[in-house]
């Protein structure tokens, strides 16, 4: 059974920095693409970045291009959110996706295993 651990998420002013990390365990980490998604009450979970299983490709959603950094490390079995500038419009719950694939496919029903999530808040 696979399990995926998020951490790292806490209360921040916007401008600052955090950093997002995921451990797999029960699956095979290098061999699937990963990805962020977040969620925040009453909408839809939004996929914010993901990631191939060399890491060689990743994707962004256009609102955190430029500002959040995705990255694994295959050695570790962990998945990292890099988030800088961050802005009220971050806050979130952050959740960590393993896909079924190893190429990065935009569709959150390719994510077949998921994380327990963890809250990222920005105050102004």
């Known amino acids: 059974q696979a399990q995926l651990e998020e951490s790292g998420g806490r209360l921040v002013q916007a401008g600052d920095s955090l950093r997002l990390s995921c451990v797999v365990s029960?699956?095979?980490?290098?061999?699937?693409?990963m990805a962020w998604f977040r969620q925040v009450p009453g909408k839809e979970r939004e996929l914010v970045a993901s990631?191939?299983?060399?890491?060689?490709?990743?994707r962004y959603v256009d609102s955190v291009r430029g500002r959040f950094t995705v990255s694994r490390d295959n050695a570790q079995n962990t998945l990292y959110l890099q988030m800088d500038s961050l802005i009220p419009e971050d806050t979130a719950v952050y959740y960590c996706a393993a896909s079924r694939y190893s190429n990065i496919v935009q569709d959150i029903e390719a994510y077949n295993h998921w994380g327990q999530g963890t809250q990222v808040t920005v105050s102004s």
């Open positions: 029960g699956r095979p980490f290098s061999i699937y693409a």
């Open positions: 990631i191939s299983s060399g890491g060689g490709d990743t």
